[in-house]
């Protein structure tokens, strides 16, 4: 089946614009999350969804940052006024409820450059 | 809180050398521990998992113990290779979110 899809699968925008990302899931995943891999770090979390639940945002960096899923499904992260420090790879990824295993499954990313 | 421990790199490894990469690990309850990898231009995917204590994860010559008693994940590989460079990320779960470590590159000299 379809995996994890992200668009687009690079952005360039000017410092101070807004960008919008996107994520669909696997079908049928309730939990979707998104991290950031900024060049030569880790993983930072940035926000997660579950079911119906309010959102955990307790990675997002600053107010400039949000997230909304609509209908259980399809996720688009907002970053406004865009910093260069926000340049990096954003990741999405899902998991669905199998048990203990809570494997999470990553889309490709988006790789935002602000110039 | 939830946390996940890896050593940090690069490491550099010759062609058929033994990779250990150290993840430890601190939680409440009983986890699942997973290794992670990522190649160079791709995204992550999973390589190996454990979900209770005493389990072993394989996957392509990787191996990987749940040991409670020391909190650790270790991630091994007997005999290395060149396509084995990537880099490696050790997490935990289930929780209300997967924890992930920092990630360890690891280079492999033919």
């Known amino acids: 089946g379809a995996g994890v899809s992200q668009s687009p699968s690079n952005k360039v925008t000017e410092k101070g614009k807004d960008v919008e990302l996107r994520c669909d899931p696997i079908?049928?995943?309730?939990?979707l999350y998104w991290y950031r891999q900024s060049l030569g770090q880790g993983l930072e979390f940035l926000i997660y969804f579950q079911g119906n639940s309010a959102p955990d945002k307790s990675g997002l960096p600053s107010d400039r940052f949000s997230a909304e899923r609509t209908g259980g499904s399809v996720s688009t992260l907002t970053i406004q006024r865009t910093q260069q420090e926000d340049s990096a790879v954003y990741l999405c990824?899902?998991?669905?409820?199998?048990?203990?295993?809570?494997?999470?499954?990553f889309g490709p990313g988006t790789r935002l450059t602000v110039t | 809180g939830n946390s996940v421990t890896q050593m940090e790199g690069p490491v550099t490894l010759s062609e058929e050398a033994f990779l250990t990469i150290n993840c430890t690990y601190t939680?409440?309850?009983?986890?699942?521990l997973f290794w992670y990898v990522q190649y160079p231009g791709e995204g992550l995917q999973l390589l190996l998992k454990?979900?209770?204590?005493?389990d072993k994860g394989s996957n392509k010559g990787f191996e990987a113990t749940y040991r409670k008693e020391t909190t650790s994940f270790h991630l091994e590989k007997g005999s290395v290779q060149v396509s084995d460079s990537a880099v490696y990320f050790c997490?935990?779960?289930?929780?209300?979110?997967?924890?992930f470590g920092k990630g360890t590159r690891l280079h492999i000299l033919p």
């Open positions: 939680a409440t309850g009983y986890p699942s």
């Open positions: 997490a935990l779960g289930p929780g209300d979110k997967i924890i």
């Open positions: 079908s049928g995943h309730t939990a």
């Open positions: 990824a899902s998991s669905g409820l199998a048990g203990r295993y809570y494997e999470q499954y």
């Open positions: 454990a979900t209770k204590a005493d």
